[in-house]
């Protein structure tokens, strides 16, 4: 009974270390792959939300802070891990068919909401604060109030 406990430890502890090794190399491609896409004049998105182009950026010694072009002109330098990921221009593009479905879509809602068979969460939410402050309307006002 003592060995089949040892040797499930045994294979808990190799399968720890196997994986953390396996997550360090996958995260290790990861970074590499970031690195070599970060050349100067591609947008990028920085933790902060902002967008902006790369004008200098070192791969190879990330201590190294890299400058970003938010607006014509307006150049801020941050850390060179503050830059999340390189933006694919294709993601922001609204093809005309997205854009009219979008439309049919949007005028769906709106009738929807016209006749009473949509509401919002906002409406929603106004008319439960109506019917508690009819409620508390209507309770005797000998109780005690907390």
Same mark, same amino acid.
């Given at each position: ?7 499930? +430890? ?5 399968? +720890? ?11 290790? #491609? ?7 896409? +970060? ?15 790369? #004008?200098?950026?070192?791969? @190879? ?16 330098? #941050? ?26 879509? @949007?005028? @769906?809602?709106?009738?929807?909401? +016209? ?18 402050? @009819? ?12």
């Amino acid at each position: 009974m003592d060995w089949i406990l040892l040797v499930a +430890m045994a294979a808990l502890l190799i399968f +720890m270390f196997w994986s953390s090794r396996r997550r360090a190399a996958r995260a290790k #491609v990861e970074q590499e792959a970031k690195a070599r896409a +970060m050349v100067p004049g591609v947008k990028v998105l920085l933790q902060g939300g902002l967008y902006g182009t790369i #004008v200098e950026y070192d791969g @190879e010694d990330l201590s190294k802070s890299a400058r970003v072009e938010l607006a014509p002109g307006v150049e801020v330098e #941050v850390h060179s891990q503050a830059i999340l990921r390189v933006v694919d221009e294709s993601e922001e593009t609204v093809t005309e068919d997205e854009f009219i479905e979008s439309e049919e879509s @949007e005028a @769906e809602y709106v009738a929807g909401v +016209m006749d009473g068979e949509i509401t919002s969460i906002s409406d929603d939410q106004a008319a439960a604060r109506a019917r508690a402050a @009819e409620a508390s309307a209507v309770e005797p006002k000998d109780k005690p109030q907390a």
